[in-house]
């Protein structure tokens, strides 16, 4: 007989315990999947059990918004100019004065969401053609498992980004056995894999993705389809290691030819509709829909409605929909002094009414307590989150061209989306040469995706973190003290040490 090997600490798969985390099953084991007589593993039984799992993987980015959008914005704008913590505490201060640490539990989660969200996508991957139901089609079981390897790469694009060197699982760890101990064993404890080698794993996952998983889907944003992993292909090939700018202008233009393209009025991404559109909402005029979803624009985006709605939202200032709902402690992610004072640098830019929105509020952190700024793209529980969208790709065009040197062709379509926010064209000085257009063009991805996850990787990736934020610091008032410098060992984060004393095979990043 078999003996079994229970391991209490899976830091691979277990979702860190916290007040804002859920604990889902989601690894593979007796407990989830069950076993036969002989102990073989039963993965998924047939067709329906392969849909039940599909889905879950197309509702993570909806009921995940902990690592997928909080901790990403906090990361991403209050580790950069665009933002102050918001709620000052152990865990959110050291992101705005750059001071994290291996023992930041909101970074264990991240750690830990991400990573059994892997190991989700891996289930499907690994056994999906094992199904033994002739119901299943072949085409079925390659669009599923292409949806899933484009999931995967999402994901470990984030991390790669977060992290740096981080393990590459791309197996499900069966149980450990007297038999299979030595076999199965590291399974749980992967080391960790040099970054350019991830950057290959999600090359590989999108471009087989790519192949099978459904074409755009104008009327359902939420779907997992050839579209999104031309996004990420667009944006992965922006990024250092697999640097190609012709790749990235090549997924951008077939994007276009996906039927993408930027909305008329900025206010459709993001606007709600109120009860009463002549009323201010501070006499009862409340939110009771997003404004819009499923735009030209919108690539990927997690849709709420009523009954399953959007809680993220009151993590951030006033939910448009509930006037006062948890309006008595201080919110995340409050818009910086430096980042309205850019939006004001040039008069009349739409954007900045739909990024900032200023309320009373009983709390005077960073801002008086009768004149506070929030941030504003998500103002109600039925605000869809936008993971991607056309915007951000078509200006990473932009950057593409400006790194082959057409500054004239990078100027053109940042005006597009200036344009769009009421702005004119760019001044003929902005691409009088390298220097100035890329300038103008990290002004305009600033403004353009303020609040969306983007500032932080955009400095990294440019190499801009040194310059940007080693001097904000002092022309922002209202930003606490810098405790420690930006160099290029804070291009990356701290693994969680919790996960590194789990895992004896993983290092801590230099710098931490």
């Not at 277990?14 to 102990?39: H, K, N």
Request: charged share 25%; with cysteine; proline share 4%.
């Amino acid at each position: 007989m078999k003996t079994k090997y229970i391991i209490t600490i899976l830091s691979a798969f277990l979702i860190a315990a916290c007040s804002l985390e859920y604990d889902p099953i989601d690894s593979y084991s007796d407990v989830t999947e069950g076993v036969s007589q002989d102990s073989v593993q039963a993965v998924f039984k047939d067709k329906a059990a392969v849909l039940l799992h599909r889905q879950t993987l197309l509702d993570l980015f909806k009921n995940s918004q902990e690592h997928w959008y909080l901790d990403m914005l906090l990361l991403s704008e209050s580790h950069s100019d665009n933002a102050y913590a918001g709620s000052p505490s152990s865990e959110t201060t050291p992101f705005e004065v750059n001071s994290i640490e291996g023992s930041n539990t909101n970074l264990k989660r991240d750690w830990n969401g991400h990573m059994g969200n892997v190991a989700q996508a891996n289930k499907l991957i690994n056994y999906i053609d094992d199904v033994n139901d002739s119901s299943l089609t072949e085409a079925e079981r390659k669009q599923y498992k292409a949806e899933a390897r484009i999931l995967r790469a999402m994901i470990y694009f984030d991390m790669v980004r977060i992290w740096g060197n981080v393990p590459l699982v791309t197996t499900v760890a069966g149980d450990i056995t007297s038999e299979t101990i030595t076999d199965v064993y590291p399974a749980y404890f992967p080391p960790q894999t040099d970054e350019l080698t991830i950057y290959q794993q999600i090359e590989l996952d999108l471009l087989d993705g790519l192949q099978d998983a459904p074409a755009n889907n104008p009327q359902d944003k939420t779907l997992i389809t050839k579209s999104v992993a031309r996004a990420l292909l667009a944006k992965m090939y922006a990024e250092k290691p697999l640097r190609d700018y012709d790749k990235v202008i090549q997924y951008a233009d077939e994007l276009a030819n996906d039927g993408f393209e930027l909305v008329d009025d900025y206010s459709d991404l993001f606007g709600v509709t109120l009860t009463d559109p002549t009323l201010p909402p501070s006499q009862d005029n409340k939110a009771i829909d997003a404004k819009a979803r499923n735009t030209k624009e919108t690539i990927y985006e997690a849709q709420y409605f009523s009954g399953n709605t959007n809680w993220v939202t009151w993590m951030y200032g006033r939910p448009l929909n509930d006037w006062t709902f948890y309006f008595t402690w201080a919110k995340w992610i409050t818009p910086s002094r430096d980042l309205i004072k850019t939006f004001k640098s040039e008069v009349g830019d739409k954007r900045y009414e739909e990024s900032v929105v200023f309320y009373e509020c009983g709390w005077n952190i960073y801002y008086p307590t009768n004149d506070y700024a929030f941030m504003y793209k998500c103002r109600s529980a039925y605000n869809s989150i936008i993971k991607l969208r056309y915007a951000d790709i078509l200006l990473l065009k932009a950057e593409a061209l400006i790194g082959k040197g057409d500054y004239s062709g990078a100027a053109a379509i940042i005006n597009q989306t200036r344009n769009r926010a009421g702005l004119s064209n760019l001044p003929s000085s902005a691409t009088a040469g390298q220097e100035a257009i890329t300038e103008a063009y990290l002004k305009e991805r600033r403004l353009e995706l303020a609040f969306e996850g983007q500032r932080w990787f955009d400095l990294v990736r440019l190499d801009k973190v040194e310059e940007v934020m080693n001097t904000v610091y002092d022309k922002d008032e209202g930003r606490p003290a810098q405790v420690y410098p930006f160099t290029s060992l804070s291009y990356i984060l701290p693994i969680p040490q919790d996960v590194i004393d789990q895992n004896p095979n993983l290092v801590q990043n230099p710098g931490y």
